[in-house]
C-alpha cells in the first residue's frame, strides 16, 4: 500500500501550488496537473481552493465519503483533477466500481493526455493496479516517451510502470535520469537483474542515508539476500555478525520471508550455452566417469600378491582363473544394461572374498549413475586390497574429495601415486594432475595407452581448458557416434560461424524427437543434452517421451520432466516407486524428490529430505540450504557453520517470498 498512499497523496497535494503560468517549468515542483490561468479571476475560483483543498485534508485523514462529496463540488470546473482523486479515494475504500467509474471517465477522454498529462496516466496506472491489464502501463510509457522533459514525479511513474511489467533495464535507465537518488529502489532492481555487484552499492549507499531502523533492517535482509545470491560467503558471515547486534527487535524476516523453491528457470540461455562449451568441476567429473575404463579381471590381478597364495600349480589358483574368465563373460552383457539396473546387477557379485576389480566396476557403476556416496564406498575397497593400482588409488581420492571424505593414510595415496611400481601409471598421475592438483607431474608413458578412448577424453579435458579444441581432435573423428560426443561436438563453433550462424544451426540439428541414446543411458548424457536444449530455447518444443519403456534411468527423467511440466504429484509417484525398487541415494535423484515436494507445497517434506542428503551425502548444497533455513529463524550463529562453499545446486533455489511486491511498492 505504501506506493499507492504516495500517489495519492501527492496527487492530492498538487492544486495548492500557486497558480503561476512559469511553475509549469519547474521540475523540482510537483506536476501542475490543470491550466490554472484558464480559470477566471473570481470569487468562484477562491471558492474552489478552499473546497478542494478541503477536500485534500479530508483525503489526509483517511475520511474518504467526505472528501469525494468536496471533490463532487471542484468537479465542475476541474474536472480531471477532481475525477482522479475520486476514483483514488473510491479505491481506497474498496468500491471498485465506483472507482473505475471515475478513472475511466479520464481514460476515455484521450485529449486529456495532452491537456492533463499527469492525472491522465495516473489514472492509467490505479486501472492497471485494479483490472491488471498491461495495455495501461503500455499506455503510459507510450505517452511519456512522447516527452523528453518529463518532472520527477511522472519520471517515477514510468519507472514503477516499467518495473510491473518487469523491464527491470529500462526501469533503471529512467531513474538514473531522476534527482532523487532512489538507493533502495535501484538496488532491488540490481537484484531482479542478478548484478550482485550494483546491487551491494546501492544498498550500502540505502544504508548510509537512513536513519530509520526498520529501514535498516530491511536493508541487512537484503543484503544478505544479496550476499548468498553473489555466493560471497566471507561477506554473509560479516552481515549476519550484524544482524546479530539487532536480533532482539528484528522482525524483517517474519514480514519478508526467505524461502527455498523449485526455480525451472534458474539460469539465463547464455549461461546454459556456458555450461555445455565451458565445463564446471561438477560435469568434468561426470565426464571423467563417463568414459573412465572398466577393469576387467586378468593374470595380473590374479597375481598381484603372490602372499596370498596365487601360484598357478595350486588349486586355489585355478579356482581363481576359472573364476576370473566366468566373471568377465558375465561382466560383458551387465555393462549392456541401464546404469541402474547395472548397479543392482554388480552388487550380486560382492562377497566376502572379492577381488578388488569387482570392487572397483562396483565403484565405478556408481559414480556413472552419479551416487559418488557408494562410488567411495567401493573405489576404497578396490585400494585396499589393491594399493599398486593408481586407477583405483586416484578414484579413491576423487570420490572422497566430492563426498568430503576424511582419509586417514591419504600421504601413503599420494606417494603410492608417484611411485614406480604398480599399475596403470599414467592414467593414475594423469587424473590426479587434471583433478586434484593442477601442479603435479606425469613422469609414465601413456604407451599403448594413447589408442583408448579414455586417453583422449582427458585430452579433451586438456584442450578443453586451454581454449583450444577443433573438429579434428581424435575424440570427434574416431567417437562421434558416441551421444556425449555427438552433442559436444555439436556445440564446437566451426571456423567464421558468427553467433547468429551458430545458433540457428545448433536449432536446425539438435533432435528434438528423442530417443533411447539421450534418455536412458548414464545421467551426463541427459543432463547434458537437456542443458543444451534450454541454451538454445528450445527445451519446451523438445518431445522428452518414450512410449512403453520402463527402464530406470528413463523413468529418472521422465520424473524429471513431470515435474517442469507442471506435475509435481506425478513426479513424486515415480520418484518414491524408484527409491522403492533400486534404492537410490545420487544426488541427483535426492534433489529431484526435494524439487517435487517443494513443487506440491510440502515444504516441511523437503526441509526434511534436505536433511536425510546432508546426512547420507556430507553434501555441502545441502548444508546451505539448511544454513538459509537457520537464518530465517533467526538462528544466526547456527547458521554460520553451515556455510563452507559457494551453492550450485541446479534445481533448488532460493528467494525472498515477496521481493516483487515490494518492489512494486516502494
Same mark, same amino acid.
Given at each position: 500500500?505504501?506506493?499507492?498512499?504516495?500517489?495519492?497523496?501527492?496527487?492530492?497535494?498538487?492544486?495548492?501550488?500557486?497558480?503561476?503560468?512559469?511553475?509549469?517549468?519547474?521540475?523540482?515542483?510537483?506536476?501542475?496537473?490543470?491550466?490554472?490561468? =484558464?480559470?477566471?479571476?473570481?470569487?468562484?475560483?477562491?471558492?474552489?481552493? #478552499?473546497?478542494?483543498?478541503?477536500? $485534500? %485534508?479530508?483525503?489526509?485523514?483517511?475520511?474518504?465519503?467526505?472528501? $469525494?462529496?468536496?471533490?463532487?463540488?471542484?468537479?465542475? %470546473?476541474?474536472?480531471?483533477?477532481?475525477?482522479?482523486?475520486?476514483?483514488?479515494?473510491?479505491?481506497?475504500?474498496?468500491?471498485?466500481?465506483?472507482?473505475?467509474?471515475?478513472?475511466?471517465?479520464?481514460?476515455?477522454?484521450?485529449?486529456?493526455?495532452?491537456?492533463?498529462?499527469?492525472?491522465?496516466?495516473?489514472?492509467?496506472?490505479?486501472?492497471?493496479?485494479?483490472?491488471?491489464?498491461?495495455?495501461?502501463?503500455?499506455?503510459?510509457?507510450?505517452?511519456? &516517451?512522447?516527452?523528453?522533459? *518529463?518532472?520527477?514525479?511522472?519520471?517515477?511513474?514510468?519507472?514503477?510502470?516499467?518495473?510491473?511489467?518487469?523491464?527491470?533495464?529500462?526501469?533503471?535507465?529512467?531513474?538514473?535520469?531522476?534527482?532523487?537518488?532512489?538507493?533502495?529502489?535501484?538496488?532491488? !532492481?540490481?537484484?531482479?537483474?542478478?548484478?550482485?555487484?550494483?546491487?551491494?552499492?546501492?544498498?550500502?549507499?540505502?544504508?548510509?542515508?537512513? !536513519?530509520?531502523?526498520?529501514?535498516?533492517?530491511?536493508?541487512?535482509?537484503?543484503?544478505?539476500?544479496?550476499?548468498?545470491?553473489?555466493?560471497?560467503?566471507? &561477506? !554473509?558471515?560479516?552481515? *549476519? =555478525?550484524?544482524?546479530?547486534?539487532?536480533?532482539?527487535? +528484528?522482525?524483517?524476516?517474519?514480514?519478508?520471508?526467505?524461502?527455498?523453491?523449485?526455480? &525451472?528457470?534458474?539460469?539465463?540461455?547464455?549461461?546454459?550455452?556456458?555450461?555445455? /562449451?565451458?565445463?564446471?568441476?561438477?560435469?568434468?567429473?561426470?565426464?571423467?566417469?563417463?568414459?573412465?575404463?572398466?577393469?576387467?579381471?586378468?593374470?595380473?590381478? #590374479? %597375481?598381484?600378491?603372490?602372499?596370498?597364495?596365487?601360484? @598357478?600349480?595350486?588349486?586355489?589358483?585355478?579356482?581363481?582363473?576359472?573364476?576370473? #574368465?566366468?566373471?568377465?563373460?558375465?561382466?560383458?552383457?551387465?555393462?549392456?544394461?541401464?546404469?541402474?539396473?547395472?548397479?543392482?546387477?554388480?552388487?550380486?557379485?560382492?562377497?566376502?572374498?572379492?577381488?578388488?576389480?569387482?570392487?572397483?566396476?562396483?565403484?565405478?557403476?556408481?559414480?556413472?549413475?552419479?551416487? @559418488?556416496?557408494?562410488?567411495?564406498?567401493?573405489?576404497?575397497?578396490?585400494?585396499?586390497?589393491?594399493?599398486?593400482?593408481?586407477?583405483?588409488?586416484?578414484?579413491?581420492?576423487?570420490?572422497?574429495?566430492?563426498?568430503?571424505?576424511?582419509?586417514?593414510?591419504?600421504?601413503?595415496?599420494?606417494?603410492?601415486?608417484?611411485?614406480?611400481?604398480?599399475?596403470?601409471?599414467?592414467?593414475?598421475?594423469?587424473?590426479?594432475?587434471?583433478? *586434484?592438483?593442477?601442479?603435479?607431474?606425469? #613422469?609414465?608413458?601413456?604407451?599403448?595407452?594413447?589408442? /583408448?578412448? @579414455?586417453? &583422449?577424453?582427458?585430452?579433451?579435458?586438456?584442450?578443453?581448458?586451454?581454449?583450444? *579444441?577443433?573438429?579434428?581432435?581424435?575424440?570427434?573423428?574416431?567417437?562421434?557416434?558416441?551421444?556425449? $560426443?555427438?552433442?559436444?561436438?555439436?556445440?564446437?563453433?566451426?571456423?567464421?560461424?558468427?553467433?547468429?550462424?551458430?545458433?540457428?544451426?545448433?536449432?536446425?540439428?539438435?533432435?528434438?524427437?528423442?530417443?533411447?541414446?539421450?534418455?536412458?543411458?548414464?545421467?551426463?548424457?541427459? =543432463?547434458?543434452?537437456?542443458?543444451?536444449?534450454?541454451?538454445?530455447?528450445?527445451?519446451?518444443?523438445?518431445?522428452?517421451?518414450?512410449?512403453?519403456?520402463?527402464?530406470?534411468?528413463?523413468?529418472?527423467?521422465?520424473? +524429471?520432466?513431470?515435474?517442469?511440466?507442471?506435475?509435481?504429484?506425478?513426479?513424486?509417484?515415480?520418484?518414491?516407486?524408484?527409491?522403492?525398487?533400486?534404492?537410490?541415494?545420487?544426488?541427483?535423484?535426492?534433489?529431484?524428490?526435494?524439487?517435487?515436494?517443494?513443487?506440491?507445497?510440502?515444504?516441511?517434506?523437503? %526441509? !526434511?529430505?534436505?536433511?536425510?542428503? =546432508?546426512?547420507?551425502?556430507?553434501?555441502?548444497?545441502?548444508?546451505?540450504?539448511?544454513?538459509?533455513?537457520?537464518?530465517?529463524?533467526?538462528?544466526?550463529?547456527?547458521?554460520?557453520?553451515?556455510?563452507?562453499?559457494?551453492?550450485?545446486?541446479?534445481?533448488?533455489?532460493?528467494?525472498?517470498?515477496?521481493?516483487?511486491?515490494?518492489?512494486?511498492?516502494?
Amino acid at each position: 500500500m505504501k506506493k499507492i498512499l504516495f500517489i495519492s497523496i501527492f496527487t492530492v497535494f498538487l492544486p495548492i501550488i500557486s497558480f503561476s503560468q512559469e511553475e509549469k517549468n519547474l521540475n523540482s515542483e510537483p506536476e501542475i496537473l490543470f491550466k490554472y490561468n =484558464k480559470l477566471k479571476e473570481n470569487q468562484e475560483k477562491f471558492e474552489l481552493q #478552499v473546497e478542494f483543498n478541503k477536500a $485534500i %485534508l479530508l483525503l489526509e485523514k483517511e475520511e474518504y465519503e467526505e472528501a $469525494i462529496e468536496s471533490f463532487k463540488k471542484t468537479s465542475k %470546473l476541474l474536472k480531471i483533477p477532481s475525477f482522479l482523486n475520486i476514483g483514488i479515494a473510491y479505491y481506497k475504500l474498496n468500491q471498485i466500481d465506483n472507482a473505475l467509474l471515475y478513472l475511466n471517465n479520464i481514460y476515455d477522454y484521450k485529449e486529456a493526455s495532452f491537456s492533463n498529462t499527469y492525472s491522465y496516466i495516473s489514472a492509467s496506472y490505479y486501472l492497471y493496479l485494479i483490472k491488471k491489464d498491461r495495455k495501461y502501463l503500455e499506455t503510459i510509457i507510450d505517452i511519456t &516517451k512522447k516527452f523528453s522533459n *518529463l518532472t520527477e514525479h511522472s519520471k517515477r511513474l514510468v519507472a514503477d510502470s516499467l518495473i510491473l511489467l518487469k523491464d527491470y533495464e529500462k526501469a533503471l535507465k529512467v531513474l538514473d535520469t531522476m534527482q532523487f537518488p532512489m538507493y533502495l529502489k535501484k538496488a532491488m !532492481l540490481y537484484l531482479k537483474l542478478n548484478d550482485f555487484k550494483s546491487a551491494e552499492r546501492y544498498l550500502e549507499s540505502a544504508k548510509k542515508n537512513t !536513519l530509520n531502523q526498520t529501514k535498516i533492517d530491511l536493508i541487512l535482509w537484503l543484503m544478505i539476500y544479496r550476499d548468498l545470491k553473489a555466493n560471497e560467503i566471507a &561477506k !554473509l558471515l560479516e552481515r *549476519l =555478525k550484524e544482524v546479530e547486534k539487532v536480533k532482539s527487535s +528484528f522482525k524483517i524476516n517474519q514480514e519478508h520471508p526467505l524461502k527455498i523453491f523449485f526455480n &525451472k528457470n534458474k539460469y539465463t540461455t547464455k549461461e546454459y550455452l556456458s555450461f555445455i /562449451t565451458n565445463f564446471s568441476e561438477e560435469r568434468k567429473i561426470d565426464f571423467l566417469f563417463y568414459f573412465a575404463p572398466f577393469v576387467f579381471s586378468d593374470k595380473q590381478e #590374479v %597375481l598381484y600378491d603372490i602372499s596370498k597364495g596365487f601360484v @598357478f600349480k595350486d588349486k586355489q589358483s585355478v579356482e581363481s582363473l576359472e573364476e576370473m #574368465v566366468k566373471y568377465n563373460a558375465k561382466f560383458i552383457d551387465i555393462i549392456k544394461e541401464d546404469p541402474i539396473i547395472r548397479v543392482n546387477k554388480m552388487k550380486s557379485f560382492i562377497k566376502e572374498d572379492s577381488n578388488s576389480y569387482i570392487y572397483y566396476n562396483l565403484a565405478l557403476c556408481y559414480a556413472q549413475i552419479s551416487d @559418488f556416496h557408494n562410488a567411495y564406498k567401493y573405489f576404497s575397497k578396490a585400494y585396499k586390497l589393491n594399493p599398486g593400482n593408481k586407477l583405483y588409488s586416484v578414484m579413491t581420492l576423487i570420490t572422497a574429495e566430492i563426498t568430503n571424505k576424511r582419509i586417514n593414510d591419504k600421504e601413503y595415496i599420494l606417494q603410492n601415486i608417484q611411485s614406480k611400481n604398480g599399475m596403470y601409471k599414467y592414467f593414475g598421475q594423469r587424473i590426479y594432475s587434471l583433478f *586434484l592438483s593442477k601442479k603435479a607431474s606425469v #613422469v609414465f608413458d601413456p604407451l599403448n595407452y594413447k589408442n /583408448t578412448i @579414455f586417453f &583422449k577424453a582427458l585430452d579433451y579435458l586438456d584442450k578443453l581448458e586451454e581454449n583450444n *579444441l577443433s573438429l579434428d581432435h581424435p575424440l570427434f573423428t574416431e567417437h562421434y557416434k558416441d551421444p556425449l $560426443i555427438y552433442l559436444m561436438k555439436a556445440t564446437l563453433k566451426r571456423e567464421g560461424e558468427n553467433d547468429y550462424n551458430y545458433f540457428a544451426r545448433l536449432q536446425d540439428t539438435i533432435p528434438l524427437k528423442i530417443n533411447g541414446n539421450f534418455l536412458k543411458g548414464p545421467i551426463v548424457v541427459t =543432463k547434458y543434452y537437456i542443458d543444451l536444449l534450454k541454451a538454445i530455447g528450445l527445451f519446451h518444443k523438445a518431445d522428452l517421451t518414450l512410449k512403453d519403456d520402463n527402464s530406470p534411468s528413463y523413468l529418472r527423467i521422465k520424473a +524429471f520432466n513431470e515435474l517442469y511440466n507442471n506435475n509435481p504429484k506425478e513426479s513424486l509417484k515415480i520418484l518414491q516407486t524408484l527409491q522403492k525398487e533400486y534404492k537410490l541415494e545420487d544426488k541427483f535423484t535426492m534433489y529431484l524428490i526435494v524439487s517435487a515436494q517443494l513443487e506440491d507445497g510440502k515444504y516441511n517434506e523437503a %526441509l !526434511l529430505q534436505i536433511a536425510l542428503i =546432508k546426512a547420507i551425502l556430507k553434501d555441502k548444497d545441502a548444508d546451505f540450504l539448511s544454513g538459509i533455513q537457520l537464518i530465517q529463524e533467526l538462528k544466526l550463529n547456527s547458521s554460520s557453520q553451515y556455510f563452507t562453499k559457494p551453492y550450485s545446486n541446479s534445481l533448488i533455489d532460493f528467494k525472498i517470498i515477496d521481493l516483487d511486491e515490494l518492489l512494486e511498492t516502494l
